[in-house]
């Protein structure tokens, strides 16, 4: 028993604005249990029976205390509420231009996967003061990506895309926990953050091991490996939509619905091409689902947002 | 109540319990009496199932390491201990048991709507109870008492089917004591008792048989979907056979919300009457403590997503469901405050019971509190699946309602049985229960803020000093609860008899001998005074009978 702490560091931008909230609900848990307590106490002993023939007078309430009671606590909730929803908010909405890692959760193991090529398991490498956006999901069952020191936690859940972003203030290294029972070894599930200076994160992102091809490289990799270029040419000529220029913007739907290009619409259309196609094409693009990995889903997907950038 | 001071009898002596004896008066009686105690027994059993696998995890979490049990045995272990707990322990416990024996003699009635119905949730009960008992024998279920899918649908490979049917079972007995409740407090109450002189032990119940005929039926059929793709893989949660994990959690949690609420409420009602009785004073507020039962069961449905802030859910859904949470909270705390008020120039007298409430009004105020964390979303994110929420509800659901339930037996245990317990004991077991308690679960806020998450079976070693205390406070608790077992057996044997009234208190149930006869009441009682009608007599009333010196039965 080495260490005994009592508290997490604080190691977010986000950490100091949780703990506020924390500590102002301690505050107030303080107030109001000892303010019974110590009325209990004080009434139990202060009336309490002197003989068996004791007749204290039935009071039946009081309609100004019951409202003052309820009130006044109703008011500190919402006021508690909205601190809380405010904070929320800040949580869940990344600022703009985050540095983009890629997540796969798998019993029993965090695969980690950055823009540039490395490839991490239970590991992530991170920068310095930098806005950093998880986009994750899992193979298997539902998981949950928690760093205690950023106050930052999110399910990952098969069949769909969760995002959870932090910007690190401190160097070194932070655990990283499954937060959501995933099975046997759900407890082993576990691993660090390593938050480096921006100089040193640029030299281990590119340096050598670990593979040295981009996830955008990876992805027009497998675009070609996978046949997607036979059919979603450059133009409309294609059998397939041209993909340069999508993500991000709505696209008309042969239902005549509009839905936004994102990571779950471009998931779908290779895992379920049937479920929404494009106005103008026909539902004849074969079906992947059971047939690529979720990382290869991801890269596949990394690319195509690149093809915003008009270059091939 | 009625005017007689002096308690009808049998004349030959007979009461509930010696008025016929064999195995076959007791498995087929339809006496809500003896049904009640048949349920005493069964829940009991099913604590000490659930409180060993607990001890077992506190055992095994003493060190960092994962060494006392291998990992799917330690999952199967806190699986079992809180589907034991919850849904053979807690739902039925106040109601099954205290609701049974006490409502028709509270409403002046000769037992409640439907006695066959009655004994049927008792077989239903003990049918889930088998199933479960079969599952944990066969090998146990290692998905959390919380079976999310598609872990439990499709990946565990442990006896999900046959929990997922205990549960499923055990929730019909839940429901049909619901509907037997309601119909007898709107059916037989005694003349001259009308709503508002009832006592809030009835609001409570009334209030959790709401919950139980709503709320149940919905779990019933999210285990029975969850059994449905273990068996034929139909694809209702499982993604990749196009369904929604997160569907599940929704239908869970709708009912599994509720279902908190369907274990407090009664011992709300075991609290209101416990504090009348010993301040010798009406409760302060009557009519805002039996709406805010209400409240609370009304509320309580609109609140589930409160468990799912990070599951997926948008962040606009996260931010109704933190207000109305917030919400449900209000109405709890003016039970709190009226309780409180009641002591106000009361004569207060602390005996076993009460001293359950003091308790229970410390322990109930942190853990109820603590849920106010859990619902500012911007800290939720943080403590989420920590032992935060870990500790947050065993303050709620052992510092609230079992010390209610505790309190409530100790309270009605002469009245069931005949019997007085050791009050020395019992004084003792109080204080061995609320030290073991803290000292189990506050060092749990603690490590769930640290980010200790929940169902670990080994975590990082700086964390080990908060776990030992924890676990020295485990082993103080369960001799606290050991020491009542034995006590309440003794009293059975050896303990003195009790008087009709050894508390001198209000209410119909009080105006029977201890124990009382078969029927109840030899003739309906008409009321003709407000509920907890103390020092309104003018009558001398009879020394109050102390565990000190004992009367005889009259």
Redo the contacts between chains.
Sequence with gaps: ????????EQASTVAG??DF??FL?VG??LF??LL??S??VF??IR????S???????????IP??LA??II??FM??G??T???????????APADPLDVYVVGK?WMWKIQHAAGKREINELHIPLGKPVRLTMTSE???H?F?I??F?????V????Y?TLWFEATKVGEF?I????????????MVGKVVVMDPIAYHDWLTGGGGGGESLVEAGARQFQQLGCETCHKTGDTGRGPSLIEVFGKPVKLTSGEEVLVDDAYVRESILQPKAQIVAGFEPIMPIY??QISEETILQLITYVKSLTVTEE | MSATATPVTDGNGKNYLNESYGLKSWLLTVDHKRIAILYLISITVFFLVGGMFAGLIRLELMTPEGDLVEAETYNKLFTMHGIAMIFFFLIPSIPAVLGNFLLPLMLGAKDVAFPRINLLSWYVYITGGLLAVVSIVMGGVDTGWTFYTPYSSTYANSYVLLAAAAAFVNGFSSILTGVNFIVTIHKMRAPGLTWFRLPLFVWAHYATSLIQILGTPVVAITLLLVMLERLFRIGIFDPTLGGDPVLFQHLFWFYSHPAVYIMILPGFGVISEVVACFSRKRIFGYSFVAFSSLAIAVLGFLVWGHHMFVAGQSVYTGMVFSFLTFLVAVPSAIKIFNWTATLFRGSISLEAPMLFVIGFMGLFVIGGLTGLFLATLGLDVHVHDTYFVVAHFHYVMVGGMVMAYLSGLHFWWPKMTGRLYSEGAAKAAVFLIFVGFNFTFFPQFVLGYLGMPRRYHAYPEEWQALNILSTAGASVLGLGFTLTLLYFIWSLFFGKKASGNPFTAKGLEWTVPSPPIAHNFAEIPIVTEEAYAYGDEEEHSTTADSTANTKQED
């Design positions: 028993m080495s260490d005994f702490p009592l508290f997490p604005q949780v909230l924390y609900l107030l848990s109001f249990s019974v307590f009325l209990v009434f139990t009336y309490r029976r002197r068996a023939d004791d007749r204290p007078k039935p009071i039946h309430g009081s205390l019951e009671w309820t606590p109703l909730a919402i508690v509420f601190l809380g929803a405010d904070v929320f908010f800040r949580i869940k909405r019993q298997d069952v539902i949950d928690f205690p020191a106050r930052v936690k999110q399910d859940i098969p069949g769909r969760t655990q926990f499954c937060a959501e029972y995933c099975g046997t070894q759900h407890s082993g689902e059971g």
